[in-house]
C-alpha cells in the first residue's frame, strides 16, 4: 500500500505514482497549460500532473509579473477537478533554478517517478537554463510539438546533444520508469492559448474601458 507524504505547501504525494512535473510562471493559467497536462497524463500514462507556479523565472522580467498568490488562485480554478495539484512549493523549498527544484523534490519523494513536461519552444531555449545538462540526468523529459519550434527544437543543441537518449515516440508510456538521461518528442494538436496574448488582451480591455 502506497504511503501518503505531506509538505510545508500542502503538497501530498503516494510512492511509486508517476507524476508530470509543469513548471512556469502561470501568469496566467489558461487552456493551452490544460491541454499539454492531459495530453501527458494520458500519453505519458501519468497519475497526475502537478503546476510548478514559479515565485519568478530567472530568465523573465519582474514587469507585467502578477503577485505569485494571484497566479496560484488562478491556476487553482483552471486546474479544479482535474488531476492536476498546483503548487508554489518552489517559494518552500527555496529553489530558484529548475535543476535544483528537480533534485530537491527527488530527494523528498526518492520513490516517485517524475517526469519533467517542457514544449518545443523551452527545448530550444533549454542551454540557457542553469546547468541544463544535469536537468537532463536527473529526470526523464516529455517534449511537446508547438508551432513553429518543433523543427528548431530537435536540430538544436539539447536534443542533439542527448540524441541516444531519445525514446520512440509510440514508447512513451515507459518514459516515467525509465532512467535519465530519456526523453520523448510527442507530436499533438497545437493549442492556441497564450498568456503573453492573454495579458495583451487584459490591457488593450483596460485601456479601452
Not at 494571484?70 to 503548487?87: F, S
Not at 527555496?94 to 527544484?101: E, K, L, S
Not at 508551432?147 to 540524441?163: D, I
Amino acid at each position: 500500500m502506497s504511503t501518503a507524504i505531506s509538505d510545508t505547501s500542502g503538497m501530498i504525494c503516494r510512492c511509486r505514482r508517476r507524476i508530470g512535473l509543469l513548471g512556469g510562471s502561470f501568469n496566467p493559467a489558461h487552456a493551452g497549460h490544460l491541454h499539454i497536462s492531459e495530453v501527458a497524463l494520458r500519453r505519458l500514462g501519468l497519475d497526475e500532473v502537478w503546476w510548478l507556479v514559479s515565485p519568478q523565472n530567472p530568465l523573465k522580467s519582474e514587469a507585467g509579473m502578477a503577485p505569485l498568490p494571484d497566479r496560484l488562485a488562478a491556476a487553482q480554478r483552471r486546474a479544479e477537478g482535474r488531476r492536476i495539484r498546483v503548487t508554489g512549493i518552489e517559494m518552500h523549498l527555496g529553489t530558484r533554478y529548475t535543476v535544483d527544484t528537480v533534485a530537491a523534490l527527488r530527494r523528498r519523494w526518492p520513490r516517485a517517478r517524475f517526469v519533467w513536461l517542457i514544449g518545443a519552444d523551452n527545448l530550444v531555449e533549454l542551454p540557457r537554463w542553469h546547468r541544463w545538462p544535469e536537468l537532463f540526468r536527473r529526470v526523464p523529459i516529455a517534449v511537446f510539438a508547438r508551432r513553429p519550434y518543433s523543427l528548431r527544437a530537435l536540430s538544436g543543441v539539447a536534443a542533439q546533444r542527448f540524441v541516444r537518449s531519445r525514446l520512440r515516440e509510440m514508447a512513451a508510456g515507459v518514459l516515467a520508469g525509465r532512467k535519465p538521461p530519456a526523453w520523448v518528442f510527442l507530436h499533438c494538436r497545437a493549442h492556441p492559448a497564450s498568456a503573453t496574448a492573454i495579458r495583451g488582451g487584459r490591457r488593450a480591455l483596460s485601456k479601452g474601458k
